[in-house]
């Protein structure tokens, strides 16, 4: 770890030992944190079965591992479409199993803990609940892989901590994820911080994935920071797809369509090879 | 509402319509958002009895007529102190009955929302839970006052959204509560936003009152801070004191000790009586 | 200075020795740092003779001691309004000598430090010139006061260094202006950081006025920011007043009309009092 | 332009119109914004003859095509190591001829501006001096192409406005430099915005590069963010390399090594590919 001094108490859980490789995450057979650098797609939100089956179909199709979908919609506003809750679960797990694929969604309360465990492959923590720290202790103490993103002004250092109370209570299947962080600019939705992606690798044995769908907030620049997300060394990326982004129930100028996530699939491929890695 | 537009949608209930004058909280007979402004003040965390006796002895003394102290603590790590839980409350709730002094106290798991009912007066949610939505929802279907902090890094929109969640719940005892915002400066925690208030006040007809503890970080910036924001409008001010500062189990760098806090109140009643208020 | 570590050189020239009292900068008569609040009022740019003569004579009968008006303006577009250069400056210096007002406007090139001497009282470095170290050096070779406004994400360690380029070349005539700071907050221009105020009043012995119009850039926020100001202990205030806000060539959005001056006037005195202190 | 809208008036000179393509500026023969990305290379500081020698020698030899070093350095102390002046100027002009590579050098004020083009290739426009409008004025009535860095907390509106400033002088060759805005992360120096590099070649004709060193602040994530940049569709790379970092006059933690570097030349070549382009 030269050039960057150890930030952490020596013996916290979520650092890399010298020598030590990333964890590897297995997902229903598939590996995060491997050889291979995973893509998760999806809608923001499970707006209908149909929808979903369509989207699911056609990002596999383009070589989507995973399969995102948001029953809980954390939204600024009360009067927002919230979710549909768990008849949102209930697609989910439904559609990721006609198409073996695992399934991600978030969790935004302690209490639904056990549904969601019941439908989803992989928990996610938003941006919101990074430091939600009575959920992280709950999600620590289950069986479980979780992605848990960074805050909307985290720090690493919190980042990092947030992610050892769920070490810390057990369970080892921590998936970080980078998600931009609030800056001045008013052009992009968020300022993704493709650098953390470098810096985390280099101290924790954590994988780290990218979305640069939240991270940037505009369609067209999903694609080159996924790009770059994955030449930096991340070892996935999350990317919003929704068949039609302007009927989108929510965050439709962030997603891709199908067509332009097939474009992103065969642009990450060769990036992939470059760092010496492929696309799972 | 001259020179600042409505940027929210009109039918929001945090909103203030023209001429309603700010909504008075009723905690225990101490009127929140009156004429008066009311001073809160306690250890970051509760401790123990005698340490929160004697502060709530001498808070008292100086003028706070209400109690604040941790009993579930958030901290950045999981191996720092958690907070002493429910015997924590217990002590705070026996303290505010001893010194007729209302509690307030932070809640950070929905679950636990009973259980903290039980025994304090006023619900603190902190910047970090202030989108857990799940919370608030659950906290609009309450009748309780609640504090709600301004996230991190929360613009004034999401702060007034986050509200509107507990009064779309039927819950409209909600009081803001301005705790800084993360800037690049690294000499203070937080960088208070003090314009906030003024803007706050301006829209909505809810009370603000600030945290120049956590506001700033920074002892002996805690005074002037309270001094200003009593002078832009704040309907109160939190203060954290402890009896001795350098000993306290979070947050003692920023504590006042209860001399300081008895002259911060000496300096406050004159800035109240300026902007045609007083201390309560 | 208790509770607050130095954090600077110990031999740095801005730093306040133990016991050091406020430098006091007196321009033409007018102590900027002593016991008086002093206030600096007038246009954005100076647009042309008659709307700069009315608005001194209207802050001047409000009680205002200064004259600020810019002649060569930082704006954001080359196509904006770039201010009356030397034409504008003679005009400010003939308007200061009638009212009996010392001017200060803003500098923008070392080149013109010459012409801006012959006719101002008080040079001012704008936030976007902060760290133009040339222009900071060239003006710590010369004998006239000088404001220097924080940068736009300056760190006070950075504003302060600023400072230091200024009185290691000479000139110890510097009075520090905080004018917030950039936020992902977008319905106020800044976030104005009183707790700047203090504690550049803690560790520097120069005097530190605030710019609550572009602290804000919102009309309504400037006199509660200005109230709060003079609270946490600034020795003076600096405001954008124009006869007809909004017919203003630049930053009308944040221009007090003269009555709302005269207004803010009558509020800051009785927080002055109340500081100990009184508007000049 | 799908899935982003035009900010900025439409006339504006910086703006892309449709199927334009980059402009490509055109360095003794090198050119920056065609099929080739190029990559810039040399010290913080020219420090004295040798020195630069062998690192030009050794970036040159590893494939960079032109040579840094900065003879006027804006430091935020002036107690710090200030640059060698004119003197450093004739030593990158010296050793530029003798390896050939163009040179690029800073420029901090306006008075320099002659002496500068006697010496240099290209300008460079410091983050401190993005809005330093009478400089850029200056540039625009100048015939010799300049880099101009994104200033520290600046929005890309103000970044192009700034760029508008030189073109609408005249001088259409300017070059945008990202090199990390201000967040409230600690642990990097910077928070390096690759979205702007994308953002911006959507929106301006003006070839994009990265600084991947300022915008790090750390030698270890130097490599990751230069690939990501080139990745994310960078033009071109600007690095900091100094035989011996850590006896560096100045931003050591952040220089490559001549080692370093080569490395970094043997990742960025196959990136280059994967996005279709080559290293120059």
Request: hydrophobic share 40%; proline share 5%.
């Amino acid at each position: 770890m030269k050039g960057l001094k150890k930030k952490l108490a020596d013996n916290m859980l979520v650092l890399r030992n010298s020598h030590q490789s990333t964890t590897v995450i297995n997902v229903k057979g598939c590996p995060i944190g491997g050889e291979s650098v995973v893509v998760v797609a999806g809608p923001c939100a499970i707006e209908n079965e149909d929808l979903l089956k369509e989207t699911a179909f056609k990002v596999r199709g383009s070589g989507a591992v995973m399969l995102r979908g948001g029953a809980y919609k954390p939204r600024t506003s009360p009067y927002s479409f919230q979710g549909l809750g768990e008849e949102g679960l209930k697609i989910l797990a439904r559609i990721g199993e006609e198409m073996n694929m695992p399934v991600v969604t978030e969790v935004m309360d302690s209490e639904d803990l056990d549904l969601l465990c019941e439908y989803t492959d992989i928990l996610q923590v938003g941006a919101r609940n990074m430091q939600n720290f009575s959920l992280l202790k709950k999600i620590g103490r289950i069986d479980m892989p979780v992605i848990l993103k960074r805050g909307l002004a985290a720090t690493i250092e919190e980042w990092l901590s947030a992610a050892e109370y769920i070490l810390a209570g057990g369970n080892s299947q921590v998936i970080l994820c980078e998600r931009g962080v609030r800056t001045a600019e008013t052009w992009t939705r968020n300022t993704l911080d493709l650098s953390a992606v470098a810096l985390v690798k280099e101290l924790s044995h954590l994988p780290v994935i990218v979305d640069p769908s939240h991270g940037t907030g505009v369609r067209s620049l999903v694609a080159p920071m996924a790009r770059a997300a994955v030449a930096a060394g991340a070892d996935g990326i999350m990317v919003e797809v929704h068949p039609v982004p302007e009927r989108a129930l929510s965050d439709g100028d962030q997603s891709l369509t199908p067509k332009g996530f097939s474009k992103l699939m065969k642009e990450l491929e060769p990036i992939a090879r470059a760092v010496g890695r492929r696309i799972y």
